[in-house]
C-alpha cells in the first residue's frame, strides 16, 4: 500500500510504498489490549513492602481468656482483624508483574495499531524533520504548519536540536525508532514518522 509523504507545510508532496502487513491489517481489539496490558504490567516495579503477621512487633500473648468476658475470642494482637495487626496478603518486593506476549503477537499487536492509525489519518510520513538550533518556538511553529498539534515524532536517529526544542511541549514526544511502544502510539493524537525510522520499523516488526 501506499502513505502520502507530507512537506513542511503539511501538504502531501509524493507517496511511499509500505507493507500491508504492517500498515494494513485489520484491528484485533483483544490482541491490542493483551499488547498494551503487558507493556504497563512489564514497567511496574515491585517497590513495597507491608508487614504479615509474622513481622509486627506485636506480643504473642493472649489479650485476655478465652471465655467470660463478654467479647470475642482474641488470640494475638497481631491479628490481621485488629488496628496496627499485620497484612493478610502483603505486598512484598519480590512481587512479579511481568506478563510474557510472544514476539509474533507483539508484532500483530504494533501492526494492528499502525494500521488503525493508517485508516484514521493520524499517521504522517516526511522525508526528514531536523532542526537548526534548539529553539522551541521554531518547532512549535513548524508543528502548527503542518497543522499538527499534539504528535509524536519518529525518527531514525533522535537530532539534539529537536529534542532539546521539545522538552517544553507537553504534547510533543520524540523518540527513536526502536524505543515506540504501543501506550504512546495509542495516546497521541497524531504521529509524524521519518522516511528514514518507518524503514527501521518495517525492519523491526516484519
Avoid: C
Avoid at 82 to 97: A, L, Q, T, Y
Avoid at 141 to 166: A, C, F, P, Q, R
Amino acid at each position: 500500500m501506499e502513505l502520502k509523504l507530507i512537506g513542511d507545510d503539511g501538504q502531501s508532496a509524493a507517496s511511499v510504498s509500505v507493507p500491508d502487513s504492517l500498515f494494513g491489517r485489520e484491528y484485533n481489539e483483544a490482541l491490542v489490549h493483551q499488547v498494551v496490558t503487558a507493556y504497563l504490567a512489564n514497567a511496574r516495579s515491585a517497590n513495597r513492602a507491608q508487614k504479615g503477621r509474622s513481622d509486627v512487633a506485636k506480643s504473642t500473648r493472649k489479650p485476655w481468656r478465652q471465655k467470660g468476658t463478654g467479647r470475642a475470642r482474641a488470640g494475638m494482637a497481631s491479628s490481621p482483624l485488629w488496628r496496627g495487626g499485620g497484612k493478610i496478603f502483603p505486598n512484598s518486593p519480590e512481587e512479579n508483574f511481568s506478563h510474557k506476549v510472544n514476539r509474533k503477537m507483539y508484532r500483530a499487536g504494533m501492526g494492528a495499531i499502525l494500521s488503525q492509525l493508517v485508516r484514521e489519518n493520524r499517521l504522517s510520513v516526511v522525508e526528514n524533520f531536523v532542526l537548526d538550533t534548539p529553539k522551541t518556538k521554531i518547532l512549535a511553529g513548524k508543528l502548527k504548519d503542518m497543522k499538527l498539534n499534539e504528535v509524536m515524532i519518529v525518527t531514525d536517529s533522535v537530532d539534539e536540536n529537536l529534542y532539546l526544542s521539545s522538552r517544553n511541549l507537553p504534547l510533543v514526544k520524540v523518540v527513536e525508532a526502536g524505543h515506540v511502544d504501543p501506550v504512546s502510539l495509542l495516546r497521541f493524537a497524531n504521529v509524524l514518522i521519518t522516511r528514514g525510522a518507518l524503514a527501521k520499523m518495517e525492519e523491526m516488526l516484519a
